[in-house]
């Protein structure tokens, strides 16, 4: 007679803490894969390497960025065009940390949201490399979505038309 | 009949601002400056308190070179603000509050180089400033009875998250001490917990913070009698039903609480998302028994700042137990102080505050409103090539409506 499975307590255990740190790794950080750096670094790095930065404004807890993480950013050539193209910069909303505008001013990183008029999450920004804006997105986003944006940016398509010019001739 | 008519209509067009008068604005600090900042920023938003005879003022800016704390006093009778007087000590010190004492004395407390710190002020004098904690800890906040009773606040690092703190301050030989410290929730922290707020009520204190221990900030509170443990804290703000999916996440965006109190009446008020589609909103909650039960969430907005974020909320309540919420918002294109009151069944429309709207950004409010029943706001102002100055305003209840 087959015996039934009944879990150790410390299979138990192993299996709800795993649970936990797997649900409390997701929601709302930045997707894994990505090489994504504090405000101040990635200006840095975007200064030195003369490339645009990919500024990706999420929530702790929040759905739609885990949304935008599982079936957007986890495609491989997505990661991989991101990952040539950008400085990869994430910031959590609601933060108190701290980072230093181009201007020289520090503010925390909820603020940045506040000047940047940042009303959601996700919110993605598109910057130049000494911070200025060149575009930002609300919201969930496809693949195909990012993919179009990527060539607005990195084919210097922003330089003589707005995004909602640029989408509106592609769509 | 035709002059009742007339009179019935002119009652219903007079604008909101007709319930406070507000005199000019005076200038806190000097003439804006490229490359010059000032902030008004801390946890409660508590840079603003009035003493007996004074009003003093905390902010954070880099004029010397580096982000640093300052103060100014004004005569409550008087109409400008002293020179700025430095209190910070260190390389970078950031996010000052302020809580009056009796005798017109003032406690400070402050974020310097990775640590909360605090002293005692008067108009005259500083006392030396004593490092509060021995671990990293910040986003200090304070309130008082506005005699000798006053606590603090900060989050610490304990672990893996930062865990906030309370403990009454104590005066002694012209210093500012620390006693009875606790942590705000005796249980061990499940998440981070961050930007605390206090109020001060007859018998004791009340306490409320961001914490992450559920999978998104929440607000929680709880109360203490003077000397004794806090009771188990509770949420603050609800939850809608529904909205707890892979689509809207573990709950909806909540943040940066604030607490103010007359008497037994506490009010708090907070950012919150559940409708997430024009940013942040003003919410509020009033607790009529010092903290022990809160009443419903309440919209404090109109609707016409539905479709744009609502930052930087703070709260003060009237020795009448009126309760007045100032926050910014850009719903007239570029950001403006906004101001609205609670009445006996609803909040008021709207008001923009006419010396803290118009041309350039009109940000960060901070308000108290005194034992007279005057509000005090000061606020930032910054112009379009990003130069800043602090502003001050204050403001005297009309009596067109009742204060309440």
């Known amino acids: ?171 | 009949m035709r002059t009742w008519l007339l009179l019935a209509l002119l009652v219903t067009v007079v604008p909101a601002w007709a319930d406070w008068h507000f005199s000019p604005y005076v200038a806190v600090t000097g003439a804006p400056k490229a490359g010059v900042f000032q902030h008004l920023e801390s946890a409660g938003r508590r840079n603003l308190a009035i003493a007996a005879h004074t009003v003093a003022l905390v902010w954070e800016d880099n004029h010397s070179g580096a982000p640093q704390v300052y103060i100014a006093f004004k005569p409550r009778a008087g109409k400008n603000f002293s020179a700025a007087r430095r209190i910070s000590t260190g390389k970078e010190a950031y996010e000052p509050v302020i809580a009056a004492l009796a005798n017109d004395r003032f406690v400070l407390a402050w974020e310097q180089d990775g640590h909360v710190w605090m002293a005692l002020a008067d108009a005259k004098h500083t006392s030396t400033p004593r490092r509060v904690d021995s671990v990293p800890s910040s986003q200090a906040t304070l309130a008082s009875d506005g005699r000798d009773r006053a606590y603090l606040a900060w989050a610490h690092r304990d672990g893996h998250f930062m865990r906030v703190m309370v403990a009454r301050t104590d005066i002694k030989r012209a210093q500012v001490h620390l006693s009875g410290m606790q942590a705000a929730d005796a249980a061990p922290p499940q998440g981070a917990q961050a930007y605390p707020a206090l109020a001060v009520v007859p018998a004791g204190v009340v306490a409320a913070w961001e914490d992450r221990r559920q999978g998104h900030t929440r607000l929680f509170v709880t109360r203490a009698a003077d000397g004794a443990a806090f009771v188990a804290p509770k949420p603050l703000n609800t939850l809608l039903p529904g909205r707890r999916s892979a689509k809207f996440g573990r709950g909806t965006g909540v943040t940066r609480v604030a607490l103010a109190q007359a008497g037994d009446q506490v009010a708090a008020t907070w950012m919150d998302k559940r409708n997430f589609h024009g940013g942040y909103d003003i919410y509020a909650a009033i607790s009529a028994d010092g903290g022990r039960r809160f009443g419903a969430n309440e919209l404090v907005q109109d609707a016409f700042g539905d479709n744009v974020p609502q930052w930087h909320p703070s709260v003060a309540v009237a020795p009448s137990g009126q309760v007045v919420v100032a926050w910014d918002d850009p719903r007239d294109d570029s950001p403006d102080v906004w101001l609205s009151w609670r009445k006996a069944h609803a909040w008021s429309d709207d008001l923009a505050v006419p010396p803290a709207s118009g041309v350039g950004a009109q940000l960060s409010p901070v308000i108290v409103v005194d034992d007279q029943g005057r509000l005090h706001m000061a606020w930032i102002q910054r112009s379009g090539n990003g130069a800043t100055q602090i502003r001050y305003v204050e403001a005297a209840w009309s009596g067109r409506s009742k204060q309440r």
């Open chain 1, 1 to 171: 007679m087959l015996r039934p499975i009944v879990p150790t307590f410390k299979f138990r255990i192993t299996v709800i803490l795993l649970a936990m740190l797997a649900s409390a790794a997701v929601w709302g950080d930045p997707p894994a894969g990505y090489k994504f750096l504090s405000y101040d670094q990635g200006l840095r790095q975007a200064r030195a390497e003369h490339k645009p930065i990919f500024l990706y404004f999420g929530r702790y807890g929040c759905g739609w960025c885990q949304k935008t993480n599982d079936e957007t950013f986890s495609d491989a050539k997505l990661r991989q065009l991101y990952s040539q193209h950008y400085v990869l910069v994430y910031v959590d909303a609601e933060s108190g940390k701290r980072l230093t505008l181009p201007s020289g001013e520090r503010i925390t990183e909820m603020e940045l949201g506040a000047r940047l008029n940042v009303f959601a999450t996700p919110v993605f920004l598109y910057l130049q490399p000494d911070g200025t804006p060149i575009a930002k997105v609300p919201g969930y986003k496809t693949v195909k979505d990012f993919v179009q944006f990527d060539h607005y940016v990195h084919d210097d398509i922003y330089k003589h038309k707005t995004l909602a010019e640029f989408l509106s001739g592609n769509s």
